[in-house]
C-alpha cells in the first residue's frame, strides 16, 4: 500500500456504513451497521498505531481536522469576536476574540485555514499576513489589561510570504509577538492543534504550556521545502518528515512540547466535539495550575521553559 493512502481501507469501509444508512431500520440491518461500525473503530485503531511522520503529517493537514473556530464553538461561551490590528486591516487568517471556557473569562487567539474554497481563500488557506499577528497581539494586550488567560490554537502552514506581506514587514511582526508575548503578565496556553509551521506558528505559541495534538506537527519548515533544500527533491518529503523530528513524541522528547493530547480514534476530524472535551480538560488543568503563579512567577516560568530548549549534555 501506498504511503499517503494508508486511511483508503477505512474510507472504503466508511462508505459502505453510509451506504447502509438509506436501507432500513430492520434489525438485520442495524446489526450489520452496528458490525461494521466496530470493524471500523479496531481498522482505525490498528491503522493509526502505526503511522509514520510523513503520515501523521497527513492527518494534522486533514481537511475535516478541526480549527480554531470549532473548538470555539464546542468550548468557549459568548464569545466575541475582535477584529482589525488598528493599523492596516483585519486578517480573516487568524480568529481573536473574548469568551467563556468553562466558566472562566479567556482570551482566544488562533489560525482558521477555512472549510470551502471561497472560505480558503478568504482566510488565505490560514497563513496569516502582519496584520494578523498584529491583531493577535492587540488582543493580547487587551488580555493583559483584562486579567484574562490567552489560549491560542495554532494550525498554519506558515506565514504568508507574498510582496505585500513582506512590504508590510512580515519578519517585524512575528518578532515583535515573540518578544511580547515573553512579557505578557496573564497566563498563555499554546495548543498545536493541526499544522505548526515556522515563525508563523511560533508567532503565537510563547506559552506558559505548549501542548500538541497526538498526530499534530510541529516544524520549523514543512518537510516538501526541507527535501527541496537537502535532496533538491521534494519527492524525498517522506525521509525529510523522518529526520526533522516533527511528530509530538519525539517533540515532547526534545521538550518543545510540555504535554501531548490524546486524539480520538481515528484523528480529531473523525469527532471535533469529542476531541474539544478531550483538549478542554487538559486547558482547564493547565490553568488551575498557572492560577497559582502571580505575574512575575508566569513570567519566569516562561522564561525557564524557553531557555531551556536547545540545551544538550555531553555524555
Not at 490498528?46 to 464546542?74: C, G, I, M, N
Not at 509551521?197 to 500538541?212: D, E, H, K, P, T
Not at 521538550?255 to 476530524?269: K, L, T, Y
Request: glycine content about 8%; some cysteine; charged content about 30%.
Amino acid at each position: 500500500m501506498e504511503e499517503d493512502s494508508f486511511e483508503e481501507p477505512i474510507l472504503d469501509l466508511e462508505r459502505r456504513i453510509e451506504a447502509l444508512s438509506g436501507v432500513g431500520d430492520d434489525s438485520a440491518t442495524e446489526q450489520q451497521r452496528e458490525r461494521l461500525q466496530d470493524e471500523l473503530t479496531a481498522l482505525r485503531r490498528r491503522v493509526f498505531a502505526k503511522l509514520s511522520p510523513w503520515q501523521k503529517t497527513l492527518v494534522a493537514r486533514h481537511a475535516k481536522r478541526p480549527y480554531t473556530l470549532d473548538y470555539v464553538e464546542h468550548l468557549i461561551e459568548g464569545f466575541v469576536e475582535i477584529h482589525g490590528d488598528r493599523k492596516f486591516a483585519d486578517d480573516a487568517a487568524v480568529i481573536c476574540g473574548m469568551g467563556r471556557f468553562r466558566d472562566r473569562p479567556v482570551m482566544v487567539v488562533g489560525h482558521e485555514k477555512g472549510r470551502t474554497t471561497k472560505e480558503k481563500i478568504h482566510r488565505n488557506f490560514g497563513m496569516p499576513r502582519p496584520e494578523g499577528y498584529r491583531k493577535a497581539m492587540r488582543a493580547m494586550e487587551l488580555a493583559q489589561k483584562f486579567e484574562r488567560p490567552v489560549l491560542s490554537f495554532i494550525d498554519t502552514p506558515g506565514a504568508y510570504p507574498g510582496i505585500g506581506a513582506e512590504e508590510r514587514g512580515q519578519a517585524e511582526a512575528i518578532a515583535y509577538n515573540l518578544r511580547e508575548m515573553s512579557r505578557l503578565r496573564v497566563p498563555i496556553i499554546s495548543t498545536v492543534t493541526g499544522e505548526g509551521g515556522s515563525g508563523g506558528a511560533l508567532a503565537l505559541g510563547v506559552g506558559n504550556r505548549v501542548n500538541i495534538l497526538q498526530y499534530a506537527v510541529y516544524s520549523v519548515i514543512s518537510p516538501e521545502g526541507c527535501a527541496a533544500i537537502l535532496w533538491r527533491d521534494p519527492a524525498k518529503n517522506r525521509e525529510a518528515a523522518k529526520a526533522m523530528r516533527l511528530t509530538a513524541e519525539d517533540l515532547e522528547k526534545l521538550d518543545i512540547v510540555d504535554e501531548i493530547v490524546p486524539e480520538v480514534v481515528g484523528g480529531a476530524h473523525t469527532d471535533p466535539e469529542a476531541q474539544a472535551r478531550l483538549l478542554g480538560d487538559v486547558l482547564e488543568r493547565q490553568l488551575d495550575d498557572l492560577s497559582r503563579l502571580d505575574a512575575d512567577g508566569l513570567l519566569n516560568q516562561r522564561h525557564d521553559r524557553f531557555r531551556r530548549i536547545g540545551v544538550f549534555h555531553a555524555v
